[in-house]
């Protein structure tokens, strides 16, 4: 065989090769859209958004505890005396340290109530998409909602995004999981223990510093 001849044949075996895969049904959806279209997820984001709000109340509770500590200390300060004086700062740090540990567990667990509330939307997004792939019969779906999207350019026509949630519309409502029981983190003393992390940041004490 020739060196044209080979060429031939090679040419030929990679056009087969790429014929089943240029015959088999690609879609693609935008998942942030069917996320903010799918029915249960404002009452998800409604009840999250109540729980994080009591939490930023318990959490500037402790912002306001540990400022009124500070504020005092700092009133009295000039008519304490050396010893007393080293004794209320020495306290105040130790309050201040339990604090900001306090604070960066409830932060974490603030981070894993907002994971937990939408994985179930989630989940019916995921069995939504294996629904609608298996029944008309796509062998790819990509998702151009996706931060790892390397996407530039595709036909509209190839969108499935509303089919996606249609059936998501046929399904029962995405429940709310049930959390597990968990250790409160450890709080200063003059503190009750939170049940719940707070919901994002809120002005933060003023600070232990040493006289």
Do not use: C, W
Not at 69 to 77: G, H, I, L, Y
Not at 98 to 127: C, G, H, N, V, W
Not at 182 to 197: G, I, M, S
């Amino acid at each position: 065989m020739n060196v044209r001849s080979r060429g031939l044949v090679a040419a030929l075996l990679t056009l087969t090769a790429a014929a089943p895969l240029a015959a088999q049904k690609v879609g693609y959806v935008d998942t942030r859209k069917i996320l903010s279209e799918m029915p249960g997820r404002a009452q998800v984001e409604a009840r999250l958004r109540t729980d994080m709000e009591a939490l930023q109340g318990r959490e500037k509770k402790m912002v306001d505890s540990l400022n009124a500590m500070v504020t005092a200390f700092q009133a009295d300060s000039a008519k304490l005396t050396a010893e007393d004086r080293t004794k209320r700062f020495t306290a105040l740090q130790a309050y201040d340290a339990q604090y900001r540990d306090t604070l960066a567990a409830l932060q974490q667990e603030a981070q894993q109530m907002q994971s937990d509330a939408m994985q179930p939307l989630f989940d019916q997004i995921k069995l939504a998409l294996d629904e609608v792939r298996g029944a008309d019969g796509y062998a790819l779906i990509f998702d151009i909602g996706s931060q790892a999207n390397a996407i530039v350019a595709m036909d509209r026509n190839l969108d499935i995004s509303d089919k996606v949630i249609a059936k998501i519309r046929t399904m029962p409502q995405a429940g709310r999981p049930a959390r597990p029981a968990t250790q409160p983190a450890a709080q200063p003393a003059a503190q009750p223990a939170p049940t719940r992390p707070p919901a994002g940041p809120v002005s933060q004490p003023a600070g232990v510093r040493k006289p």
